[in-house]
Every structure is written in C-alpha cells, then in structure tokens.
C-alpha cells in the first residue's frame, strides 16, 4: 500500500512545486526575503490595525513610490529610499498631528497626496533620462524574483528594529492604543509610543514594497492583522497568528507564481503581487464569514 | 498654450476641477477621505482591464469604480471600515498588476492611468466627462440636505427618517462617478489630493456649506489651472503640480484660519 501512495504524494508535490523550485537561488531569495518582511509586516500591522492606523499604513506604503523613485535615479538600492523616505513620512505626519482622530485621515492624505506628486516627477526623470524603464512596475507593483543578494543583510537591518520596537513597547503601545488617557496616567509616554509605531509600520512597509510592490504593502499590514484579530481574541496570540499568515500568504504567493510561468496568457508568469494580496483577501473574507467570537465583530466601527 | 490642441485640455481640466471642489466637500465632510483614495485605485485596475480587452477605458473605469465602491460598503458592515477599504483598494491593485503582467507595451499608458495625461484629453473625451460631470452635480443636488444631514449628524438624520445606509451608498457612487471622469486627467493616483486639498481648505476658512463648496470649486480650479499652466512650461507630469498644490492648498487654509481665530477654527475644522 506505501507505493501507490508514496506515488500519488509525489504526484501532488509535483504539480504543486513546479520542476526546479527547490533549486532556483531566485526563489531561495524571494522565500527569505518575502518571508522576513512578511514576518515584520505581520507583526506590526496587528497594531497598526488595533490602533486604527491603516490609513496611515497604506499612506507610507504610497509614500515610499517617491522614495523608490528617487533611489532609482540616485542609483543605489531602492530599499534605502522605500525606508528613507517611510520615516521621513511618518515624521511629517506626527508633526502635523495625525494623532487627533478626526482630522488625521485629512492630515495623511495631504502629506500621501504631495509626496505622490514628487513621485511622478521622479518617475518621469526615470523614464525620460535613463534606461531604467521598468522602474514604474517593479517600484509599484514589486520584484519578488529579481532581488539582489545584498538586499539581505539591508533587509534585515530594516526589519529587525521593527520587530524590536514592537516587542520592546508591546504593552505601553497597547495600552496606549486602548486608552490613551489610561496610558499616561500609568507612565506611558503616548506620543512617544506612537511615534514609535508609526517608524515601525513605515519600515515594515518598505520592507513589504520590496516583494509585493509600494502600492500592495497595504495587504501584508492590514490583511493578515485584521484575519488574526477576527479568529483570536488575545493580542499576544492576534500577534502570532498575523505573522503566521502574513508568511503563509507570501510563501504560497511565490509558489504559484513560480507554477504560473507555464500558465496562459503570456507564459512569462503572473506577478507574485497579485497571488499574496488574493490570497490574503480571501483570507480575510473567509474569516469575516466563517471567523468566530474575535475582537473584530465588537470594534467595528 | 491655447493652441488648438490645449483646448480640450483646459475644458476637460475646469469640468474636473469643478466636480472634485463639490464631490470632495462631502469626502472631507463625511471623513471619507480613505474611501475617496481608494475607489480611485480601484478604477485604475478597470482601466488597465478594460484596455486588456481591447474596449472602451471609461467603460472599465466606471465599472471598476462602482464595484470598489460598493464592495467597501458592504464589506465595511462586517468589518472595521478602514481594514475593508485598505483591503478592497489592494485587491483591485493586485488585479490591475495581473492586467498589466498580460500585456507587454503598456508603460506610458499605465504612467498615464497613474500620474494622469491631461494633454492626452481628445475631443472625444469631452462629451462622456461632461454627461458623468452633470449626473455628479444633479445627485448631489438633489441629495444636497439629507446627505449634508446624514454627514454632520447621523443621529438626528436618522430621527428625521433618513436612511443613513442609503445615504453612505449613494454617497460612494457619486465618488465612483467623480472618479471615473475624473481618472484620465489628472490620474488614479492624484484625483485624491483634488478631492481633498481644496475642500479641506475651504473648510477651514468658512463654516457655511454653501460658501465651503463655491470656495472649494473656486481653489480646485486655480490648483488645476496653474497644474496645466505649469507642465505646459515645465514639460513635466502634471500629477506633479495637483500633488503640490492640493497640499499648498490645504497648508494655506490651515495658516489663514490659525492667523484669524486660534482656537475656536480650529476645533470647528476637526
């Protein structure tokens, strides 16, 4: 009986892992580098969703087209200028106060709206002064497979401290996100904590720009959170549970897209992007609907 | 710049700039502004489908932009609204990267559909912009009070027999409607900081609605004007300048109203 089946699950990892999957150093890379920042992306995005900071989230990820942009033209990494220019952003909207709930969507649009105004100038100085013209979709919409080998190390000294901060601050910042009041009555210093989770949520960003693409790192932050918040009910496990899925989307992301390179219509493969962020929206409507007693259903706002 | 060939440019742009200066005084009214970022995005990947298939681009954008409008509403029922919208908005985005993977020479079109191409505006392009820009106006004129009412107060809006459900529906197709005419000019990516800008400006320097609206018309159509005028000299984008100035706009109301009244605008803007 162990030989039909042996068979049958050799049959089933083949047509799921396309020939060459485990040797191609592109994919090792994609796996790394996508799994890190999904990781990262995970982890922060459940705040940045508790807080009710999505809007933010999806503001820095827009943001860092400008700096990508600009890194084109400058020539260096576009990691430096997605990073670069998240904590720039994040800056700018503390200062001018995203922290009052009402007025803060206006705040972050204008500050999204005029750095996406830079960013079409950058863009069209890289499409019009140099060769680089596929800088527009691959800053957009990501290059999971064409990652450099000295992204990693850049990757990791940007994901780490986001990780860190959320760690470190873990209780202050949820405090702080429950009840500001309460957390500066407890010693927390509020502005100071969000102001750290704002820096976090631009680095994870940026890091999720580099796979899925600066306009789709919306997904990674928000997705995976708002999924682990409806199926658990403690922060800690709403934690874990985003980061688990956060990598679980992407990883299965880049195997499919490594499978579509035979599909129609083009046979050059359908981008990665599009996989993660499907995958992470089914994710979510599933749990919308078949979820149990989370946090959600209550916070709904 | 008034060649023959600007005209439709400057036409296309004033009918524009007058539609988001209206539709955008809801949006900041309503707190909408992620929404009105959103549907936006959302219509672009109609755009990028619709050229896929070889039809009519305002067709798929329409479309596009009705079915990301409507999505967010029903999703935002079972969900926090921000997280619906977030996830909706980078769907479509995700489908629109798919429509552009499928197709090859679509670079300039897609920098097009993102940063806008108000020179490319043909005379063809007028008529639908128009008829989409008079159905706007209409809707909210007709919907003016009790989606005015539904905005500021929700509750006695509904005391009063307004079906604030209703109103949150219709007022997310008169978004979808502004942006499907307003998309190919200034681009999916930028109509939001016209929506935006100048609205919130307004806002901040008058507290009548009436009076808000005609100077939120009034600062679109000077950010748009000095955009073309702009990139006609520059060569540039002129995403670039709406970008800009819907940013200098809103900065500006914030610096005249804090001039004027320190404290009392202040909380009466937010």
């Known amino acids: 009986m162990a030989g039909p089946a042996a068979a049958w699950v050799s049959t089933v990892l083949r047509v799921l892992f396309a020939p060459g999957f485990f040797a191609s150093s592109p994919v090792h890379l994609a796996l790394l580098v996508g799994g890190l920042s999904a990781l990262v992306c995970g982890v922060v995005g459940t705040f940045a969703v508790l807080r009710g900071q999505s809007y933010a989230g999806h503001a820095l990820a827009d943001l860092s087209v400008t700096g990508g942009s600009a890194s084109y033209l400058a020539s260096i990494s576009p990691l430096w200028g997605f990073a670069g220019m998240g904590v720039l952003a994040a800056g700018v909207m503390d200062m001018i106060g995203i922290r009052r709930p009402r007025g803060r969507d206006l705040a972050t649009g204008i500050v999204r709206g005029a750095g996406l105004g830079l960013a079409a100038l950058f863009l069209y100085f890289d499409t019009t002064s140099s060769s680089t013209t596929g800088a527009a979709i691959s800053i957009l919409f990501g290059s999971m497979f064409t990652i450099g080998t000295g992204v990693v190390p850049l990757a990791a000294a940007f994901g780490l401290p986001a990780l860190a901060v959320v760690v470190v601050l873990f209780r202050p910042l949820l405090l702080s996100s429950v009840s500001a009041e309460l957390a500066a009555v407890r010693g927390v210093r509020v502005r100071l904590a969000g102001l750290a989770c704002l820096l976090a949520i631009a680095l994870a960003v940026s890091l999720a720009a580099l796979t899925v693409g600066a306009i789709l790192s919306t997904a990674l932050l928000v997705g995976p959170a708002a999924i682990a918040l409806r199926l658990t009910s403690t922060p800690g496990r709403a934690t874990l549970t985003a980061a688990v899925v956060a990598v679980a989307a992407t990883w299965l992301g880049v195997v499919l897209a490594y499978d579509s390179f035979t599909w129609p219509p083009s046979h050059d493969g359908w981008p990665v992007s599009f996989f993660v962020v499907a995958l992470i929206f089914a994710g979510f409507v599933a749990a919308q609907f078949f979820g149990g007693r989370g946090r959600a259903r209550t916070e709904r706002s | ?270």
């Open chain 2, 1 to 270: 710049m008034f060649l023959p060939f600007m005209i439709n440019a400057w036409v296309a742009a004033t009918m524009v700039a007058v539609i988001a200066g209206v539709v955008g005084f809801f949006v900041v009214l309503r707190g909408g502004a992620f929404v009105a970022d959103a549907v936006p995005q959302g219509a672009f990947t109609g755009a990028a489908g619709a050229s896929l298939l070889g039809i009519n681009t305002l067709f798929g954008l329409g479309v596009f932009a009705l079915v990301g409008a409507l999505g967010i509403g029903w999703l935002s029922r079972r969900a926090r609204r921000d997280v619906a919208t977030a996830l909706v908005l980078v769907l479509l985005l995700g489908l629109g990267a798919l429509f552009l993977s499928f197709t090859t020479e679509y670079a300039s079109e897609l920098f097009a559909l993102l940063f806008g191409d108000v020179l490319g505006v043909s005379r063809g392009d007028i008529l639908p912009i128009a008829v989409l820009g008079v159905v706007c106006v209409v809707a909210v004129a007709v919907l003016y009070r009790p989606l005015l009412l539904s905005s500021v107060a929700p509750e006695s809006s509904a005391a009063k027999g307004v079906r604030n459900t209703w109103m949150e529906v219709a007022f997310l197709v008169i978004v979808a409607i502004a942006t499907s005419m307003t998309l190919p000019v200034v681009g999916a990516l930028l109509i939001f900081s016209l929506m935006i800008g100048p609205p919130a400006a307004a806002r901040s320097l008058t507290a009548s609605p009436l009076a808000a609206i005609g100077l939120s018309v009034v600062l679109a159509l000077a950010t748009v004007w000095a955009a073309i005028a702009l990139s006609y000299e520059t060569d540039w984008p002129v995403g670039v300048f709406v970008g800009i100035g819907g940013a200098v706009c809103y900065a500006g109301g914030r610096v005249v109203a804090s001039l004027r009244q320190p404290s009392a605008r202040v909380s009466a803007s937010q």
